[in-house]
T-cell receptor, first 115, second 119 residues
Framework: NAGVTQTPKFRVLKTGQSMTLLCAQDMNHEYMYWYRQDPGMGLRLIHY???????AKGEVPDGYNVSRLKKQNFLLGLESAAPSQTSVYFC??????????????FGPGTRLTVT | AQKITQTQPGMFVQEKEAVTLDCTYDTSDQSYGLFWYKQPSSGEMIFLIY??????QNATEGRYSLNFQKARKSANLVISASQLGDSAMYFC????????????????FGKGTKLSVKP
């Protein structure tokens, strides 16, 4: 049981390049999230998904796209990377509400640098 | 709009002493949940403790307890008997609503408090 995994762990891009970050979870969770973490800013929600085939915008969605074609995977895409997208990206997943504590389970993070 | 405020960017505590990390929140919802996560220098996010808005007793998990004062909208984390391994960033987060659906299940995070435990 690997939990939430993210690929890659590190990446350096040049301005204008594109890339896709992959998040996978093996806990059969319905909900998945992408966050970015910047120094002094905490975690901010980029996009999220409440089920296979559905996605929605979070707090800071501009410059990113997502897809959830399979329940266990949530992809985050950068079509044209900008230096402002240099950040640490976290994926998280959570089960459907169970009427009690239902924390989000986080992946290890991807450190992205855009030069 | 919901908001989480952590006013202590950094804190020091002596090993074996207790420490309180402050968290205040703002919400107009009657039903919400409050979470604390730990982020060590290795970077992973570790769930510590949860408090529901209707829970009458303060949550406790081992050395962690949550001092929940609903009227003051505060949810402070108390770590008893600090250990060197407690040195990390600590994030308070809030989720509005009774369940997931639309944006109800999304977490809003504070900016964090960096705790350093001195030997």
């Amino acid at each position: 049981n690997a939990g939430v995994t993210q690929t890659p762990k590190f990446r350096v891009l040049k301005t204008g390049q594109s890339m896709t970050l992959l998040c996978a979870q093996d806990m059969n969770h319905e909900y998945m999230y992408w966050y970015r973490q910047d120094p002094g800013m905490g975690l901010r929600l980029i996009h999220y998904s409440v089920g296979e085939g559905t996605t929605a915008k979070g707090e800071v969605p501009d410059g990113y796209n997502v897809s959830r074609l399979k329940k266990q995977n949530f992809l985050l895409g950068l079509e044209s990377a900008a230096p402002s997208q240099t950040s640490v990206y976290f994926c998280a997943s959570a089960p459907r509400w169970r009427g009690s504590s239902y924390e989000q389970y986080f992946g290890p993070g991807t450190r992205l640098t855009v030069t | 709009a919901q908001k989480i405020t952590q006013t202590q960017p950094g804190m020091f505590v002596q090993e074996k002493e207790a420490v309180t990390l402050d968290c205040t929140y703002d919400t107009s919802d009657q039903s919400y949940g409050l979470f604390w996560y730990k982020q060590p220098s290795s970077g992973e996010m570790i769930f510590l403790i949860y408090q529901g808005s209707y829970d009458e007793q303060n949550a406790t998990e081992g050395r962690y307890s949550l001092n929940f004062q609903k009227a003051r909208k505060s949810a402070n984390l108390v770590i008893s008997a600090s250990q060197l391994g407690d040195s990390a960033m600590y994030f308070c987060a809030m989720r509005e609503g009774r369940g997931y659906g639309g944006s109800q299940g999304n977490l809003i995070f504070g900016k964090g408090t960096k705790l350093s435990v001195k030997p």
